[in-house]
C-alpha cells in the first residue's frame, strides 16, 4: 500500500529552464495538494486539484508556474522559466475527500536552480 | 487574516523532560486544527486533528489539546527518537470548497539521551 509517491526527489535547473514535479496520490485519494517550504518558512500552500480540475490555485504566483491532475496518471507542477528564488522543498499530499483524516504526504521533491 | 504562529522556534531537552509546545491560531471559523512530525528530509507526517475547544488527543508520548485561541502539544518522558519539528496547522472554516491548510513554522524539538 504506497504512500504518496513523487518523483523526482531531487532536480537541479538552470535559471530558464522548465521544472516538472510529479506526484501520485495514495490509492483511492482523489484530492491533490501542492504546498512549497522555502528555507526558514513554513508550508506555503500553492493549489488544491481533483481530476481534471483544479479547485484552488489562490496560493499559486499568476504566472510561471501551472498545475494538472489528469484523468489518467499523475499530478504535475510545472514550472516555466525557473529562477533562483523557485528554490525550495515542494510537497504533494492527497486525502480521500476532506482533510479531516488529515493529508497524506510524500517526501516531497527539492529543487534547486543553479 | 488567517494565521498560525508556534513557539519556541526550537527545544532542546533531555530524556524524559517532559515539555509543551504553543500553537496559537487566529482564524475566521475554525473547521480543524492539525498537527504533524517531520523529520529532516521528508515529508510531514500526521499526528492528530482537533476540532472545538476542549477537545484532546493521545498517541504514545503525545498530547494534544486546544482552546480557543491555542493549543498545546505535550510531550511526556521524551526519547532521542521524538527529536523532528512538529508542526501546526489550520483550516478555516468558510465558504467555498478549499481544503487548504494554513501552516506554522514549527518548533524543531531535539531530545539529547
Known amino acids: 500500500n504506497a504512500g504518496v509517491m513523487q518523483n523526482p526527489r531531487h532536480l537541479v535547473r538552470r535559471r530558464g529552464q522548465e521544472a516538472r514535479l510529479r506526484c501520485s496520490p495514495m490509492?483511492?485519494?482523489?484530492?491533490v495538494y501542492w504546498y512549497r517550504q522555502l528555507p526558514e518558512e513554513g508550508l506555503k500552500f500553492m493549489v488544491y486539484l481533483q481530476k481534471e480540475n483544479i479547485i484552488d490555485e489562490s496560493g499559486m504566483p499568476k504566472e510561471r508556474f501551472s498545475a494538472e491532475f489528469p484523468k489518467e496518471g499523475p499530478s504535475i507542477l510545472r514550472i516555466q522559466q525557473v529562477v533562483r528564488g523557485d528554490s525550495a522543498a515542494y510537497f504533494c499530499a492527497s486525502s480521500p475527500g476532506t482533510v479531516n483524516y488529515g493529508y497524506t504526504f510524500g517526501s516531497g521533491t527539492r529543487l534547486t536552480v543553479v | 487574516e488567517d494565521q498560525v504562529t508556534q513557539s519556541p522556534e526550537a527545544l532542546r531537552l533531555q530524556e524524559g523532560e517532559s515539555s509543551s509546545l504553543n500553537c496559537s491560531y487566529t482564524v475566521s471559523g475554525l473547521r480543524g486544527l492539525f498537527w504533524y512530525r517531520q523529520d529532516p528530509g521528508k515529508g510531514p507526517e500526521f499526528l492528530f486533528t482537533l476540532y472545538s475547544a476542549g477537545e484532546e488527543k493521545e498517541k504514545e508520548r503525545l498530547k494534544a489539546t486546544l482552546t480557543k485561541k491555542e493549543s498545546f502539544l505535550h510531550i511526556t518522558a521524551p526519547k532521542p527518537e521524538d527529536s523532528a519539528t512538529y508542526l501546526c496547522?489550520?483550516?478555516?472554516?468558510?465558504?467555498?470548497?478549499?481544503?487548504?491548510?494554513?501552516f506554522g513554522t514549527g518548533t524543531l524539538l531535539a531530545v539529547q539521551p
Open positions: 490509492k483511492g485519494h482523489s484530492h
Open positions: 496547522a489550520v483550516q478555516a472554516r468558510r465558504g467555498g470548497a478549499t481544503n487548504k491548510l494554513i
